[in-house]
Each structure stands twice: as structure tokens, then as C-alpha cells.
């Protein structure tokens, strides 16, 4: 999330807005040690697809991405 020119929410939100045709359904996701509901909701709000707080388990950094892909594969 915490990244040198621009926070990981600002990212989200330029991707988000570029005018690609699958710029709303790339997968995006919050890695971060923010965990409160705050922090959840601003990475939603920021157009994030998950977000996933620290220290996240193995099975989660794994099964999170995977079941995002595979939702837009049989979109």
C-alpha cells in the first residue's frame, strides 16, 4: 500500500479510472498491516478487490488472487 510516488489507494484509483475496457475488473489487492475496518473500507472505497492485512497467512496470499482470477475467467 505504502509505495514511493503514490500510496497503493492512489494507484487503485488511477488504474480504476484509465479507459480500458477491463480497467474495473482488474484484480487488485491490498497487501498492508493496516488491519482495522477503517483501512478496509478506504481500499474498497479506492477500488481495491480484497485486502489483505498482515501478516497474512500463506493460504490467504495464495487462495485470494486465485479465486479472483478465476472469477474473471468465467465472467
Not at 503514490?6 to 484484480?27: K, L, M, Y
Amino acid at each position: 500500500m505504502r509505495l514511493p510516488m503514490r500510496d497503493g489507494q492512489q494507484a487503485a484509483q488511477n488504474v480504476r479510472r484509465r479507459g480500458r475496457a477491463d480497467a474495473g475488473t482488474i484484480p487488485s489487492i491490498a497487501m498492508t498491516a493496516d488491519a482495522f475496518d477503517g483501512d478496509m473500507e478506504k481500499s474498497r472505497a479506492a477500488g481495491m478487490s480484497a485486502h489483505l492485512s498482515g501478516p497474512a497467512e500463506p493460504k490467504l496470499r495464495f487462495s485470494t488472487p486465485y479465486r479472483l482470477i478465476a472469477r474473471e475467467e468465467m465472467a
